[in-house]
């Protein structure tokens, strides 16, 4: 059983670089596969340390969206700056109200994202009895190292249920 809170968040904004996801949603492996390219992709051109280089904590987000009926997968910052357009690149907002957290640690970012991502979606969501996710931008965040392990929390928005 997953351990996880529910927590009340201000509204906050992520900067993002992205990929679609060309695999079904439920072909984890492939979907595994496609995000662990795209983080390889993005660390080796220097895209991933241009966002770091601008963001406004040492938090790094691997954030899930559907945007236009397309399964989206961004790398993200909250950042201050104003930061120019560029090709898979968006600003995603991510609304007040309660969140779904799951807290974890791994030994790789990677990891922790895929350890994280399966403890909410697979454990966390369906034992919930008080309330549901109903889509929107979910986010896995890696926060920082310690005792030689990756840390950091899944963020779901989730609705009260009536």
Request: charged share 25%; aromatic share 12%.
């Amino acid at each position: 059983m997953a351990e996880y809170a529910l927590e009340e968040k201000e509204g906050f904004t992520v900067f993002g670089l992205g990929t679609e996801l060309k695999s079904p949603y439920t072909d984890f492996a492939g979907l595994n596969r496609e995000k662990s390219e795209f983080w390889q992709a993005i660390g080796e051109d220097g895209r991933l340390d241009a966002l770091k280089a601008i963001a406004a904590n040492d938090y790094v987000f691997a954030v899930n969206e559907a945007v236009n009926n397309k399964l989206m997968y961004y790398a993200g910052v909250l950042t201050e700056a104003s930061v120019p357009a560029a090709e898979g690149a968006r600003v995603i907002l991510f609304p007040k109200g309660p969140y779904l957290v799951v807290r974890g640690e791994a030994e790789t970012a990677e990891e922790l994202n895929d350890r994280l991502t399966g403890a909410a979606f697979g454990e966390a969501l369906p034992e919930a009895q008080s309330f549901a996710y109903v889509g929107g931008p979910n986010a896995a965040v890696v926060m920082g190292q310690r005792d030689g392990l990756v840390f950091g929390e899944m963020w779901i928005p989730v609705v009260k249920k009536l």
